[in-house]
């Protein structure tokens, strides 16, 4: 919330620049973009072993049940795709400031997961979870040059990120028709956070329309609590009180068009 408050302010106070220039819609351009969305750190991270939660009863020491999985330690996020849009305002040859939108999908490595819990339960289970859906606005500030028919931006953003509930399950296979199931059956409502990241395009110049490669970094931390149970069946186990680290690295192409200049 500090860093959105900064932006904010740098925004307000460079708003009366902006409004006092001549034809200001020579200094606009838009652009959208489209490519790979690259799970890194430990969001990309498919460890089960050191991310498996586990609940031991006081009145039972010798039983150790699986309860969760803690997403701070492997996301098990798979290459995904991305899509954005950007709004930019030139404030000088070189500075520029912009609003960017978009969305990255990733979906979710089970069959490691599935294999752990079928061995730690000693039955068939099949693993599954929705995919990773993260949303987000950010304004930034960037700097860029122009090298003949070639532009050169870089760019540092921060902004307001929303993210789908990471809802799993497991399906006991050999447990009839239907079969039963471990899941949540509480409220999965969107979750919020702070999202900060940098941007760098390469662009080839023709007229007003540009084209070319765009780099992204971004990363936002999800905070949610989750509780399961076998259903039908019965309850065991504390609420798990986790945090899904999002670090993505996304490589696309980006397709331009600058109002004038």
């Given amino acids: 919330m500090k860093q959105l408050s900064i932006i904010l302010c740098i925004f ?3 708003i009366p620049h902006m ?39 006081v009145n039972e020491p010798a039983q150790k ?9 492997s996301g098990f996020a798979k290459v995904g795709y991305y899509y954005n849009a950007q709004f930019s305002y030139r404030i ?28 730690f339960n000693k039955e068939p289970e099949e693993f599954v979870e929705v995919d ?18 070639w532009d050169i931006s870089l760019g540092l953003f921060g902004g ?33 956070s702070f999202s900060k990241g940098g941007e760098l395009s390469v662009n080839r110049q023709i007229k007003r329309i540009s084209a070319g490669l765009e780099i992204t970094y971004q990363n936002s931390n999800f905070k949610y609590d989750i509780k399961f149970r ?19 690295l996304t490589v696309g192409l980006q397709l331009a068009y600058t109002f004038g200049k």
């Fill in 65 to 73: 049940y699986f309860i969760g999985i803690d997403k701070s330690k």
């Fill in 12 to 14: 307000s106070c460079l």
């Fill in 160 to 192: 307001r990120a929303r993210s789908n509930f990471p809802l799993y399950k497991a399906i006991y296979l050999n447990s009839g028709t239907p079969p039963s199931i471990w899941a949540f059956e509480g409220e999965t409502p969107n979750l919020f």
């Fill in 230 to 248: 076998r259903i039908p069946g019965y309850d065991y186990g504390p609420i798990v009180h986790d945090k899904l680290i999002v670090s993505l």
């Fill in 19 to 57: 409004f006092a220039q001549n034809k200001l819609h020579d200094r606009f351009s838009f652009s959208i973009s489209s490519g790979a969305a690259i799970p890194v750190g430990t969001f990309g991270m498919k460890d089960i072993s050191n991310a498996a939660i586990y609940y031991v009863p």
């Fill in 92 to 119: 000088t040859n070189h500075l520029f400031l912009f609003l960017r939108a978009g969305q990255t999908t990733n979906s979710v490595q089970t069959s490691v997961i599935s294999e752990f819990v079928t061995q």
């Fill in 132 to 149: 990773y859906k993260i949303g987000s606005v950010t304004p930034g500030l960037g700097y860029t040059m122009s090298l003949k028919q």
